[in-house]
């Protein structure tokens, strides 16, 4: 194991003052499952200006004060509403159909209503400039709803392109769902990324089950190799896709700490992959080192265990990344 390269050095070598993504403008609907490059804030104020929540009459509270069915106060021109619609100037409540009756003199108020009753306020859903989601937050689809109701239909997200040349099909199929969870844009040409099946047999990465996988930079892109085995490729994946993803969104992955429910065991000298089943608040950890498809199958999480590690006691906290959105994603 000496002469393995550890898997800190090799993401350092790779990653080193890498550039970043450049930021693009897409339409909303095109930036689901990106970051945002640039933070989202209110055009302007959320209703912007107060709006019904009911049906009924728009009406000034303070004009009721002291309605009863025994003391109607008559409405003058009264306006009947419904969500959404806009109050008139000088209504601050929404009376009830049943607090109003119809006489043969018009509609008269038989109960008094508080000011903004029945009444979305003005801002009440966001001041203008105010942040929607700072950048690097993920796009999903009810951050897509909160800009496009506040006014935006374009916005900035980095999304590196990813060429996947793996030749066997299922490990190519999950690749390109993968790294396009991690906010990848799948492309055949000019890659940020390129995903390809190592061609060297030799053992060179302190990372099991991926010890024949590599990152570097190659002609102006990083190049992952990964192992010919599933469980090489999916450990070369988390290990080192994720982290190359991470450095060109300019991004960080989501840890949630969980203790174990038992010992995870785990080699001096290698970083291990370990595969995270959620039960109840804890983790339940498959063996370090090795990933089977029953575990890959039912697994929620991942974790990298250090190569100066003998493992992790039981009931020990534990950071764990989804295995399915380690970027925090929808």
């Given amino acids: 194991m000496d002469s393995l390269t550890p898997l800190d ?6 990653l080193h003052d890498l550039a970043r993504a450049a930021p693009e403008r897409v339409p909303l609907s095109a930036a689901i499952g990106a970051p945002l490059a640039e933070a989202l804030v209110f055009l302007h104020d959320m209703p912007p200006a107060p709006e019904a929540l009911r049906e009924g009459f728009a009406v000034s509270a303070m004009a009721l004060v002291g309605a009863s069915a025994a003391v109607p106060i008559p409405l003058s021109a009264p306006m009947r509403v419904a969500p959404p619609a806009i109050l ?3 209504c601050d409540a929404v009376l009830p159909p049943d607090g109003a009756e119809v006489t043969s003199s018009g509609w008269e108020a038989i109960r008094p209503v508080n000011p903004g009753q029945g009444v979305r306020r ?4 966001g001041r203008a400039d105010a942040l929607i989601a700072p950048a690097g937050a993920w796009v999903s689809a009810r951050l897509c709803l909160a800009a496009a109701l ?3 239909d374009i916005c900035t997200i980095r999304r590196p392109r990813v060429v996947i040349a793996l030749p066997d099909a299922a490990q190519a199929a999950f690749a390109g769902r993968f790294f396009g969870q991690l906010g990848g844009q799948i492309v055949a040409e000019a890659p940020h990324l390129i ?7 030799h053992q060179r990465l302190a990372l099991a089950p991926a010890e ?5 930079r190659e002609g102006g892109a990083l190049v992952l190799s990964v192992p010919h085995r599933f469980d090489g490729m999916v450990a070369a994946c988390l290990g080192l896709g994720v982290p190359a993803m991470a450095a060109l969104h300019g991004a960080a992955p989501i840890a949630v700490a969980r203790p174990l429910t038992r010992k995870l065991s785990s080699a001096l000298g290698m970083a291990e992959l370990a595969l ?3 039960q109840d608040t804890c983790w339940q950890p498959g063996p370090a080192g090795t990933v089977t498809l029953s575990a890959l199958a039912s697994a929620n999480a991942y974790a990298i265990i250090p190569p100066d590690s003998e493992g992790v006691a039981a009931e020990t906290l534990l950071a764990g990344f989804s295995l399915s959105s380690p970027f925090g994603g929808t």
């Avoid at 050095?9 to 790779?14: K, S, V, W």
Wanted: charged share 10%.
């Fill in 9 to 14: 050095q090799c993401l350092d070598a790779a």
């Fill in 88 to 90: 008139p100037p000088g």
């Fill in 122 to 125: 003005t801002g009440h859903d």
């Fill in 150 to 152: 506040s006014g935006h």
């Fill in 195 to 201: 995903l390809q099946q190592s061609t060297s047999t």
């Fill in 212 to 216: 024949t996988a590599w990152l570097a």
């Fill in 276 to 278: 995270l089943t959620r």
